[in-house]
């Protein structure tokens, strides 16, 4: 049971335009929603979380909708850059003492030069 | 964040072997995870290492395939016991350390077993 969804595998940009990167989840009992940037050889690196009783996240160049009614989320990367190509996970997370973190299935981003 | 680091690198191991994998933090955390991401897979949790106490392990991971050990607020082993092929995945040791939910994590052990 896929709780956390990426439905698209990969996904190739222009530099300098808009990346959009989608997540669908099944369980609504999620308390915050977090992104991850991962490169090849290294660990994920937290970029962005939106909490579930938002529908808004913003942090420099990283924006993160939440639609609820649709349980999905996006996240938007305005302007990309050749840097931001690497694999992007959502995760869902439960509170209270487990923290326990659902990965989706990640999206490989592309940024073109 | 906290900084994290993971020894083994990476390892290529014969089935049947078992491998210990060390997870180190330069600060004392609340708690730390460990996570399997098997080829083309997304991340799973393991287990979460609770120190002074036995692990809390997911559906379908078990304390005598994957003992883990937190002696302390900083370090945290895990062992992949009588290895087989299946077991080649990245293993990587997370960390949660108060604020909105982020954990940060290490830059995993890439394990091959033949």
């Known amino acids: 049971d896929q709780q956390v969804k990426q439905n698209s595998p990969s996904l190739s940009v222009q530099e300098g335009r808009i990346s959009i990167l989608n997540c669908d989840y099944t369980n609504s009992m999620f308390d915050y929603f977090l992104w991850y940037k991962k490169y090849p050889a290294e660990g994920p690196t937290f970029l962005i979380s939106i909490s579930s009783i938002k529908d808004k996240n913003e942090d420099g160049r990283f924006t993160v909708f939440l639609n609820k009614s649709a349980k999905h989320l996006s996240l938007h990367i305005v302007p990309s850059q050749p840097g931001d190509s690497a694999v992007y996970f959502c995760a869902g997370i439960y509170g209270g003492a487990t923290n326990k973190l659902i990965f989706g299935t990640g999206t490989l981003l592309a940024v073109q030069p | 964040s906290a900084v994290i680091s993971q020894k083994p690198s990476r390892d290529i191991c014969q089935r049947g072997t078992s491998l210990t994998i060390q997870c180190q933090v330069d600060?004392?955390?609340?708690?730390m995870f460990w996570y399997r991401q098997q080829p083309g897979q997304s991340l799973t949790l393991i287990a979460t290492a609770n120190q002074g106490s036995e692990a809390t392990y997911e559906s379908g991971f078990v304390i005598d395939k994957f003992p883990i050990s937190r002696p302390n607020l900083t370090f945290s082993t895990l062992t992949v016991s009588n290895m087989s092929p299946e077991d080649s995945s990245i293993y990587l040791c997370?960390?949660?350390?108060?604020?909105?939910?982020?954990?940060?994590f290490g830059p995993g052990t890439r394990l091959t077993v033949t």
């Open positions: 997370s960390v949660y350390s108060g604020g909105a939910y982020e954990q940060y």
């Open positions: 600060s004392q955390v609340t708690m």
